[in-house]
């Protein structure tokens, strides 16, 4: 959504008949300003009622939690609760975005996004753990950030998935050169390590 200065994040509710329903957020609609250049990419509803979505801010990844008024009623409010003032950044990399966004059993967000920066200069697939109050989870991976290059050329993630066990399913593309694109499943185990079970390596490239 365009604010005349930035885009920011922005969503909207429908009711069944198509119309907007006016009891979220007073107008049917919501937009947010993370700071500066904001796009949201994906959103969801976990199980505990709250609507998260996830994108960029600036150069960030950025990932906001919407709540409803303490009940599963969403009212599409920022849930000041989570990280600060409802949102939280991830600096990474000077360009940087999310693309897909899930819950674990066990509460913890993953985000799963692409990232260029002094240590990947054409792009590659990054997961992100967050713990339920917006704090970044170090267990995993030990900084809360697993990075991944299937090429020397763009890695693009498209999709996350959390298994009931704790592995992590990551599905996306691989540029392996001129104008071949690799379909791309991982899988990583539940500290962030490529589960070895999953294709010999781990990764499964098509």
């Not at 920011?8 to 937009?31: C, E, Q, V, Y």
């Not at 990947?120 to 991976?141: C, H, K, M």
């Amino acid at each position: 959504s365009d604010n005349t200065t930035n885009n920011d994040f922005a969503m909207m509710r429908l009711l069944p008949s198509g119309t907007l329903d006016t009891s979220f957020h007073t107008d049917g609609k919501n937009r947010e300003d993370l700071g500066g250049e904001d796009e949201a990419n994906s959103i969801m509803m976990p199980e505990d009622g709250y609507l998260l979505m996830a994108g960029f801010a600036g150069s960030d990844f950025g990932i906001a939690r919407y709540n409803a008024d303490g009940s599963i009623a969403e009212s599409g409010t920022l849930d000041l609760s989570f990280g600060t003032n409802g949102s939280i950044l991830l600096p990474h990399a000077t360009v940087a975005a999310l693309y897909a966004t899930t819950v674990q059993t066990n509460g913890l967000l993953l985000s799963v996004g692409y990232g260029v920066g002094p240590d990947s200069a054409d792009g590659d697939f990054l997961v992100w753990r967050v713990q339920p109050d917006g704090n970044v989870d170090t267990s995993f991976s030990t900084d809360g950030l697993v990075g991944i290059a299937l090429s020397t050329g763009t890695d693009l993630p498209m999709a996350i998935s959390a298994a009931t066990d704790g592995t992590i399913l990551v599905g996306g593309h691989s540029d392996s050169g001129g104008l071949t694109q690799d379909l791309v499943i991982l899988r990583l185990t539940t500290s962030g390590a490529f589960d070895t079970t999953f294709h010999t390596d781990g990764i499964g490239l098509f």
